[in-house]
């Protein structure tokens, strides 16, 4: 309970932890390991690789808005398969994890 209660509040101070340690804290959360086995590396401005425990997941940063105002941004996964486009940059798949 208390693990749930600290993910919780460290999800709501995301304005002021660096992008690449909210991914880190949420995908420990996912992965059910410490945030200090997690490796994350930047794919584009809003998007995160994450590794840790023989697991592998991408994260997209999502702001939806409510009546036109921004609300709090937080981490989604991003389905297995899905390719990923910059501007300007050709598409990009995600690592193959051999699971398929």
Same mark, same amino acid.
């Given at each position: 309970?208390?693990?749930? $209660?600290?993910?919780?509040?460290?999800?709501?101070? &995301?304005?002021? $932890?660096?992008?690449?340690?909210?991914?880190? $804290?949420?995908?420990?959360?996912?992965?059910?390991?410490?945030?200090?086995?997690?490796?994350?590396?930047?794919?584009?401005?809003?998007?995160?690789?994450?590794?840790? &425990?023989?697991?592998?997941?991408?994260?997209?940063?999502? &702001?939806?808005?409510?009546?036109?105002?921004?609300?709090?941004?937080?981490?989604?996964?991003?389905?297995?398969?899905?390719?990923?486009?910059?501007?300007?940059?050709?598409?990009?798949?995600?690592?193959?994890?051999?699971?398929?």
């Amino acid at each position: 309970m208390l693990k749930k $209660i600290l993910f919780a509040l460290s999800l709501s101070a &995301c304005a002021t $932890i660096p992008k690449s340690e909210q991914v880190q $804290i949420r995908a420990a959360h996912d992965f059910q390991c410490e945030a200090s086995q997690v490796k994350t590396t930047r794919v584009d401005e809003r998007t995160f690789h994450a590794s840790a &425990c023989g697991q592998e997941v991408s994260y997209v940063e999502s &702001c939806p808005e409510v009546s036109g105002q921004l609300t709090r941004c937080t981490w989604v996964q991003r389905p297995a398969g899905e390719s990923v486009v910059q501007k300007g940059a050709p598409a990009v798949s995600p690592p193959d994890t051999g699971t398929n």
